[in-house]
């Protein structure tokens, strides 16, 4: 039951967002209409990017607390940010990747 009721919220979400893009592109706002404004999402997305921004305060607990195999995270977030082993960088992965981890190392901090 709460999966059909999270793909029928998907659902409604999309279709907000594809009637508002309807909206904006009649009204003449849609940013695909202007050039100026994907040239200039495009840079400060970059901008954005070569910040080197923290990650989000649960990210930075578990990365503190010993990271994804150490720490049982009990949210609804389909994704996290977690600290590349090569790099030290941090990176977007899919929380529902099976884990290679045994519960016995889990540790769950409340």
């Known amino acids: 039951e709460h999966r059909i009721l999270a793909a029928d919220r ?6 907000k967002e ?5 909206r904006m592109q009649q009204e003449g706002l849609a940013p695909e209409t202007h050039p100026k404004c994907m040239e200039m999402k ?4 970059h901008q954005v990017y070569n910040m080197n921004l923290p990650p989000a305060a649960l990210d930075y607990l578990i990365d503190k ?32 990747k ?3 981890t045994s519960s016995k190392r889990r540790r769950s901090y409340a």
């Not at 594809?18 to 309807?22: I, K, Q, S, W």
């Not at 495009?42 to 997305?45: D, E, F, P, S």
């Open 98 to 100: 099976e884990s290679k």
């Open 18 to 22: 594809r009637l508002e893009a309807v």
């Open 10 to 15: 998907q659902r409604h979400e999309a279709e």
């Open 42 to 45: 495009a840079k400060l997305i």
């Open 65 to 96: 607390l010993g990271g994804p195999q150490s720490v049982a995270e009990m949210t609804g977030r389909r994704l996290r940010i977690i600290r590349s082993r090569n790099s030290g960088k941090f990176q977007v992965e899919t929380r529902f």
